[in-house]
């Protein structure tokens, strides 16, 4: 810990192992995990199929660099773009990079338009990442705080405001794109309207802007479709996935249409790690395992156990303002700060996060089944009544 940059609050364990929904630390105790590492082991932990794909891809070949073709990241390539729609991928090892080559696809785009100086729409309370280009693009004044000069090249408009979105297509003529997150997951689980998406596709095809949407968190089945945006029955331009990729093997991927995809040409961008023949042989085996389970039915499911399960049992709690969410994405807001309540939670053996200071956010792997939604809602009754008591 003393060599450690200070730079996360950490909560006091630590974990051996893990099967399934359960974490144990090293004394053998068992935690019920609610969180799955931020939305990234939706298959639960140490899955047999990704597990056996790593070992075997491990044993053969790590890595070999993009100078040489993967046979492994081209069928992922393959697979992504027949799920999801678009032509086209490019792989990296997080979300913060695809959305880094999100916005170079965008100002590639906007010159190619003869616009100087492109400018991307972006939204309040957005979370793109923790790179210079998307803590500006991000909404949140804590995570630029210190590192001005922020990049130039924003907008911003509140979330799920339409009227506000058509407000500056009228009052500006250097915008090349819009980036929204599907459902807004680190300011609390902020849910739009359902026909957010649509509307923003159609603005965006009137004004020839390009829409792009993070689904690093939303993404691999979590809001109920294995993408967010299926559920809107639209296409966007531009679809950065990452997080749940490879069920915690760092991958990340941008995927675009034909026409955005042909903006790079050889030399435009690259990674050195970006789709080795590990990461992509993870990747592989976990998009195999949700589709083969249609695993986002399942998060539909249970998320709306869950949602409503908590709404009948907290809706008259006093210190309660709202529980909302969409899929296995939960947010159960109090009346007041809440870092705290992380650590009666441990005690009570459940894992969650709080976001935005005041919110509870839940987002339990898309394996969880009646029985752990059952203790979810029971757990977390005590600890948020413990909490409200005792803080
Ligand atoms: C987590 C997240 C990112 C950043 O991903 P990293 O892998 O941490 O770089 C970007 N966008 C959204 C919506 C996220 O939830």
């Known amino acids: 810990m003393d060599h450690l940059m200070n730079v996360y609050k950490r909560v006091p364990v630590s974990f051996e192992r893990g099967e399934g929904v359960w974490l144990m630390d090293p004394a053998g105790d068992r ?11 939706n298959l639960g932990h140490a899955h047999p199929a990704v597990t056996e794909a790593i070992q075997q891809q491990a044993a053969k070949l790590i890595h070999t660099s993009n100078l040489y073709h993967i046979t492994n990241q081209e069928l992922l390539a393959e697979r ?10 490019f792989f990296c090892n997080s979300g913060m990079e695809a959305v880094e080559t999100a916005l170079k696809l965008i100002r590639l785009y906007g010159h190619q338009k003869g616009i ?9 309370g957005a979370f793109h990442g923790r790179s210079f280009a998307t803590i500006a693009a991000g909404g949140s004044a804590k ?6 000069p922020l990049m130039p090249g924003f907008i911003r408009i509140p979330y799920n405001d339409i009227p506000a979105l058509k407000n500056i297509a009228q009052t500006h003529s250097n915008i090349a794109a819009v980036l929204v997150e599907p459902v807004q997951g680190e300011s609390g689980i902020q849910v739009p309207d359902q026909n957010y998406l649509n509307e923003i596709r159609t603005i965006c095809h009137q004004q020839e802007w390009l829409m792009a949407i993070d689904e690093v968190q939303t993404g691999l089945g979590r809001t109920g479709t294995l993408y967010a945006y299926q559920a809107n029955a639209i296409l966007p331009d531009i ?17 675009a249409t034909e026409a955005v995809a042909s903006l790079f040409t050889a030399g435009s961008h690259g990674s050195t790690f970006g789709g080795n023949p590990l990461a992509t042989a993870a990747a592989l085996a976990t998009l195999q395992a949700i589709e083969q389970d ?3 039915e399942n998060a539909a499911k249970q998320g709306a156990a869950l949602l409503t399960g908590l709404q009948a049992r907290l809706k008259d709690h006093p210190h309660i303002k709202a529980i909302r969410g969409k899929g296995l994405m939960i947010g159960i807001e109090l009346d007041r700060h809440c870092r705290d309540i992380i650590l009666t939670g441990l005690k009570r053996r459940l894992l969650f996060t709080v976001s935005h200071e005041t919110v509870i956010r839940l987002l339990p792997p898309l394996i969880i089944q009646a029985e752990h939604v059952q203790q979810i809602i029971d757990t977390l009754s005590l600890i948020i009544d413990e909490f409200t008591v005792h803080p």
């Open 143 to 148: 995570a630029q705080g210190g590192f001005q």
């Open 116 to 124: 100087e100086l492109p400018q991307v729409v972006v939204m309040q």
């Open 239 to 255: 679809l950065m996935t990452a997080k749940a990729l490879a069920n915690g093997v760092p991958i990340g991927a941008c995927l």
């Open 80 to 89: 992504l773009c027949r799920l999801t729609g678009l032509a086209k991928a």
């Open 31 to 41: 935690y019920l995990d609610a969180l799955s590492g931020v939305a990234v082991c």
């Open 294 to 296: 249609k695993l986002w």
